[in-house]
């Protein structure tokens, strides 16, 4: 049998305790916990979370994978659907629901975190005919307030950012539209369109000075990416599956893209991660599905939750990026 100096060409390395920035493929012995441990880059995967309250679809987030935020969307309360205010919490691990929205609506848009989140835009069910809507909420941890409304009311609906600097861009009016809105903690203000009208699209990023939307429906359904840097909106690398109703979470430069529906009405478990250059297809949701929500910082964690069909409250947890494991003789 070979021996690990034969294989790699060095004797395992004996330190006092783990390396501050080790190589990938490093092994080495950690004298003080008595074990051997390795250093490598996990390509990510999804795993199983905590499941909503609510099953539904049409609902938006923010946040982080440990640290969400799921409001509004539609229940399948088997006859008519029903629009939905619900907002509920997660911390990591299960979801607790909290004070809902002051208006219930569907296919709205989010930005911020968990303790200081913005909702805007949407639609309405108001008895008769559906009402677009461009009415913006504040959430301070505790409860929704209403404040200053979109100058342009949509749904399908792209948001990013926080809730002092949040973006809103695209979606339907009708009919669909490339507009482009900047949130400065107080009002809304109107900014370069997108280059390319669509809705139902994924998003990205850290405040309204730089934004991703990717993928979406319109004339077609498309993987175009653009990508805005607090002026204006450039096409970049597109998607390599192009699909709309997808969710999308993370930066401008370090972001995910998963589930959606293709051009042949396929629902997808595919998942890309974005680099800030390109799309790289990685590991695949466990559950195809459209019209869900998602959370994240970058494209090493993630949260996926609701969507359809049928309309579900499965959770999963996206996890990439540098590992140490500990070796055992189990």
């Keep these: 049998m070979s021996t690990y100096k034969e294989i790699a060409g060095t004797d395992i390395e004996v330190l006092s305790s783990d390396p501050a920035n080790p190589v990938e493929g490093q092994v080495w012995y950690n004298s003080t916990d008595n074990v051997v441990k390795s250093f490598f880059i996990d390509p990510g995967s999804w795993a199983t979370g905590g499941s909503l309250n609510s099953a539904r679809q049409q609902l938006a987030g923010c946040g982080t994978q440990t640290a969400a935020l799921a409001f509004g ?9 029903e629009y939905f205010a619900g907002t509920e919490s997660y911390n990591g691990t299960s979801w607790t629901e909290v004070n809902d929205l002051n208006t219930a609506r569907t296919f709205s848009a989010g930005a911020g975190t968990q303790t200081a989140a913005l909702a805007f835009g949407g639609f309405l069910d108001t008895g008769g005919t559906p009402e677009v809507f461009a009415g913006t909420e504040s959430w301070n941890g505790t409860s929704w307030t209403e404040v200053n409304d979109l100058n342009t009311g949509r749904y399908q609906l792209g948001g990013a950012g926080t809730q002092t600097a949040a973006l809103a861009f695209g979606g339907n009016v009708p009919p669909l539209t490339t507009e482009t809105e900047s949130w400065n903690g107080t009002s809304w203000t109107e900014l370069n369109d997108l280059n390319t009208g669509r809705y139902e699209f994924g998003t990205a990023g850290s405040d309204n000075t730089a934004a991703l939307a990717f993928g979406g429906d319109g004339i077609s359904i498309v993987g175009l990416t653009e990508s805005w840097n607090g002026t204006s909106w450039t096409e970049v690398n597109d998607l390599n599956t ?19 529906q293709n051009s042949v009405g396929t629902n997808l478990t595919a998942t890309e991660s974005w680099n800030g250059t390109s799309w790289t297809e990685v590991n695949d949701l466990s559950i195809a599905r459209f019209r869900l929500a998602g959370a994240g910082a970058d494209n090493t964690n993630a949260l996926a939750f609701g969507g359809t069909p049928p309309t579900t409250a499965a959770t999963e947890e996206w996890s990439a990026g540098p590992q140490t494991i500990t070796f055992t003789d189990s």
């Design 73 to 81: 969307g539609l229940l399948d309360t088997g006859g008519t659907p």
């Design 242 to 260: 192009a699909k709309a109703a997808s969710a999308g979470s993370g930066t401008q430069i370090s972001a995910l893209s998963y589930g959606g």
